[in-house]
């Protein structure tokens, strides 16, 4: 799709980078539809009263432990999902000329 728009190589970086972003942020989003609309529990949450992310515990199915609050596990995800986004650009960025027939 990239190749296609005739675009300098910085701005199929740039596009790269925001269409990485924007995918992690639809997939959060989802979580949190999901969560809210099903109760899937994809975001850790467990009871409305324990609001976070859960690990299993051994004593029982049911019994959870507290890891991490989900808009802390939110802004994680998001936060890597840039980094790893961010590294991936500038990969490219430096080596591109081994890339060049992919990009």
Do not use: C, P
């Not at 409305?48 to 299993?56: P, S």
């Amino acid at each position: 799709m990239v190749n296609k728009l005739k675009l300098e190589r910085k701005w199929k970086l740039t596009f790269t980078f925001f269409v990485i972003v924007a995918a992690a942020g639809i997939h959060e989003l989802a979580e949190f539809g999901l969560d809210y609309f099903f109760d899937w529990k994809l975001q850790g949450v467990f009871d409305w009263k324990l609001q976070g992310v859960f690990a299993r515990d051994l004593t029982g199915i049911e019994k959870y432990e507290l890891l991490l609050d989900r808009n802390d596990d939110t802004m994680i995800d998001l936060l890597l999902g840039v980094l790893g986004s961010g590294v991936h650009v500038l990969y490219l960025a430096i080596f591109y000329n081994k890339f060049k027939r992919y990009y």
